[in-house]
């Protein structure tokens, strides 16, 4: 069964530090995974997308890995901002015969305290 | 920020009313999606179409509708609302391409209509 994993669940920071996201995926084919940002009350916004030959990607303070092996990707934001906090996605895509279909994590919950 | 709008953002009504949620892109996308989202819980795909008279289920079973008489404009309605179908509702959007209807697009949702059926 295709799924995408999201860890953790939530996340408390304080202002200015790093951290990390954790996406683990089981699809196959594998075409390409995102990360997405969404804000409370909002739809989801697209940070960063990655195919198989991809490793990284950065836009702005966020940067994605993926490991196509092990099938793991990561979201790493740096010194953090209070506007952050939200819901941050991790999608994936497959080569399905007729249809790509994507599937999505459940997200994992950043608060980031002043 | 997308040129995608979904009306009304909110929305709380009885059981039995017929309800429409709006969706309206300027974008020229040729495909729209709708999602279905419970709070902590991944999105669902409802319903999708390729363009203007095209329109298919997605994966999770849904008592709503959907039409595509225009390119901007892909409503979904419900018939007879219920407790159950309270949720979030997002639109979505996204350039065509060839093949697969996901592969590559990136997609641009609009910022989701929360029903709540009394």
């Known amino acids: 069964k295709n799924q995408v994993e999201q860890s953790p669940q939530s996340l408390i920071i304080l202002e200015g530090k790093n951290c990390t996201l954790q996406c683990n995926y089981t699809v196959s084919p594998f075409s390409n995974l995102r990360w997405y940002k969404q804000d409370t009350g909002r739809g989801p916004v697209s940070l960063t997308i990655?195919?198989?030959?991809?490793n990284t990607k950065s836009n702005g303070r966020y940067t994605a890995t993926l490991d196509a092996d092990t099938k793991q990707s990561s979201l790493h934001i740096t010194a953090s901002q209070l506007s952050d906090s939200a819901s941050y996605i991790c999608v994936v895509s497959d080569r399905g015969s007729t249809l790509g279909r994507l599937y999505f994590g459940r997200g994992t919950q950043l608060t980031v305290w002043p | 920020e997308a040129d995608i709008y979904q009306t009304p953002r909110y929305l709380v009504i009885g059981t039995g009313k017929k309800i429409t949620l709006e969706c309206s892109q300027t974008m020229g996308h040729d495909k729209m999606y709708w999602y279905q989202q419970d709070p902590g819980m991944e999105l669902h795909l409802i319903h999708y179409?390729?363009?203007?008279?095209?329109?298919e289920k997605g994966d999770l079973s849904s008592e709503s509708t959907v039409s595509r008489i225009r390119t901007e404009h892909f409503p979904l309605t419900l018939e007879s609302a219920r407790p159950s179908h309270t949720s979030q509702y997002l639109c979505a959007s996204s350039e065509s391409a060839s093949g697969s209807p996901f592969s590559t697009d990136t997609q641009y949702f609009g910022p989701g209509t929360r029903l709540t059926v009394l």
């Open positions: 179409s390729y363009g203007v008279n095209s329109t």
């Open positions: 990655m195919t198989f030959s991809e």
